[in-house]
Nanobody, 127 residues
Framework: QVQLVESGGGLVQAGGSLRLSCAAS????????VAWFRQALGKEREFVEA????????YYADSVKGRFAISRDNVKNTVYLQMDSLKPEDTAVYYC????????????????????WGQGTQVTVSS
């Protein structure tokens, strides 16, 4: 069982930066893959970035390529999402999610693979 709590969201101007944190409690967090998803108002939830259990593999959506970076600190049981060069279209509620046993590359970006979710943190980018 894993509990996830996101933090770090807020209001930022276009071109600015934010760092989101996903703090986990529970046993064996270091064995979980973690992903960030986001959901804008009136839109479906979409994949942002993911990282495997030891940070050796990362995955990202084309829309955030070169601007966002995911990382993890398994000692602190925390996963981060560094977001730079933010755009108004990045405005959304950002969720972190955790899963074990992911193997295929495609599985890391699929929300149905993740059984544990945080409550979300709002990111608003003004133009």
């Amino acid at each position: 069982q894993v509990q996830l709590v996101e933090s770090g969201g807020g209001l930022v101007q276009a071109g600015g930066s934010l760092r989101l944190s996903c703090a986990a409690s529970g046993r064996s967090f270091s064995s979980y893959a973690v992903a960030w998803f986001r959901q804008a108002l009136g839109k479906e939830r979409e994949f942002v970035e993911a990282i495997n259990w030891n940070g050796g593999r990362t995955y990202y959506a084309d829309s955030v390529k070169g601007r966002f970076a995911i990382s993890r600190d398994n000692v602190k049981n925390t996963v981060y999402l560094q977001m730079d060069s933010l755009k108004p279209e990045d405005t959304a509620v950002y969720y972190c999610a955790a899963a074990r046993g992911l193997h295929s590359d495609a599985s890391f970006s699929s929300s149905v693979e993740y059984g544990y979710w945080g409550q979300g943190t709002q990111v608003t980018v003004s133009s």
